[in-house]
């Protein structure tokens, strides 16, 4: 089981550098995700927490009026877990929707932008360009949002 978490936490590293070293700025303080901007859009960097049923970092940052693209990472081999971003006040309706889907939020009404259950890899999910404001972002696996997989995107 050590050896998992050190080798989804490496995993974890080497996607930040990596995204730090591709084009466009990336950026992160005390565990509140990364911000960045290019000409195409920002990028941001959440991950699932390795053991317990919560994102690796519960806020995320991005620039406003263009699109983001959020690189999602789950290390558990041995759980599914996905990040979709839900218009304010949508989280319940959502969860509940996605529950009867197996966890896939794709297409669901409240829906901003959502990736599909992964386990044990990455997944880059496009969120198009929002308005400044504050967005809650769920994991839709069913029990996982009620557990507290959840977080929320400041878009400035």
């Excluded at 997944?123 to 198009?128: F, K, L, N, R």
């Amino acid at each position: 089981m050590n050896s998992r978490i050190l080798l989804g936490g490496l995993s974890l590293v080497a996607t930040l550098a990596l995204t730090a070293c591709g084009g466009g700025e990336t950026t992160g303080t005390g565990g509140t995700g990364g911000t960045g901007g290019t000409a195409a859009g920002s990028t941001v960097s959440v991950a699932a927490d390795p053991v317990q049923l919560k994102f690796a970092e519960g806020a995320l940052t991005a620039t406003g009026g263009q699109p983001i693209t959020v690189n999602f990472n789950n290390p558990s081999t041995t759980l599914q877990h996905n990040w979709v971003l839900v218009q304010p006040g949508q989280e319940d309706a959502v969860a509940t929707a996605a529950a009867a889907k197996n966890g896939d939020a794709t297409g669901l009404a409240g829906v901003i932008a959502a990736g599909k259950p992964i386990t044990g890899s990455q997944e880059a999910i496009s969120v198009p360009a929002q308005q400044a404001g504050t967005y809650p972002y769920i994991c839709t696996v069913p029990g996982h949002y009620q557990a507290g997989m959840k977080g929320t995107l400041t878009v400035n």
